[in-house]
């Protein structure tokens, strides 16, 4: 049962989407629901269909108070580390809200403070609260968006179809053409038995 609020009528939740991928930006969103907001279908963005997936956005985007959504690029990833680019998008996002929570709730087990603010960190949170199952949908909704947007510049790695993540044809579409701008460079494109023909 998700439930809806954890200690707090002004909370926000906060999620991530895109942390495993090869490739684009990890993805933030921030959300803070209503204290009346209930919805029968809204669940971790995992676990619903895509048609769920952009239904729920649009009701959320119409029924939440506030919402923010924040790309950290590949670029910044490499430099910082995908965990610290997590949590900077998240905080990103947070910085979006014009209302100040209360409390935040994070999915996840890793979190630094933000602006003094009580949080909480649930790991599979986005499947027990219903402030970050809507962080996760937006979060996974808006990177799907830019990875569509960016396949169409490089169509040979289907991020149409991967969105990114380390599949079996998105690695080998990188063993064949090599990485591109948006690939991440401090992660392992390809396994070990593999190289590139350099």
């Not at 009701?59 to 108070?65: A, H, R, Y």
């Not at 909480?120 to 609260?129: A, E, L, N, P, Y």
């Amino acid at each position: 049962m998700i439930n809806s609020f954890y200690k707090s009528f002004n909370e926000a939740g906060t999620d991530e989407a895109g942390r495993g991928c090869l490739a684009g930006p990890v993805t933030a969103a921030a959300i803070i629901l209503p204290k009346s907001f209930e919805n029968e279908i809204l669940n971790d963005s995992k676990q619903l269909t895509k048609i769920q997936r952009n239904s729920l956005r649009t009701i959320l985007e119409e029924k939440c108070t506030e919402y923010g959504v924040v790309h950290i690029s590949e670029k910044e990833i490499d430099q910082i580390n995908i965990l610290n680019a997590s949590i900077l998008g998240m905080h990103r996002a947070l910085d979006q809200l014009k209302q100040i929570p209360e409390h935040i709730l994070v999915d996840g087990n890793k979190f630094k403070p933000y602006k003094q603010i009580p949080h909480t960190c649930f790991v599979k949170g986005d499947s027990r609260f219903l402030s970050i199952a809507a962080a996760s949908v937006l979060a996974k909704t808006y990177r799907d968006d830019y990875m569509l947007k960016i396949h169409e510049e490089f169509p040979v790695y289907n991020w149409a179809k991967n969105k990114g993540y380390p599949t079996r044809e998105h690695r080998a579409a990188i063993l064949k053409h090599g990485p591109c701008k948006y690939h991440r460079k401090t992660f392992k494109l390809l396994p070990e038995q593999l190289s590139f023909d350099l």
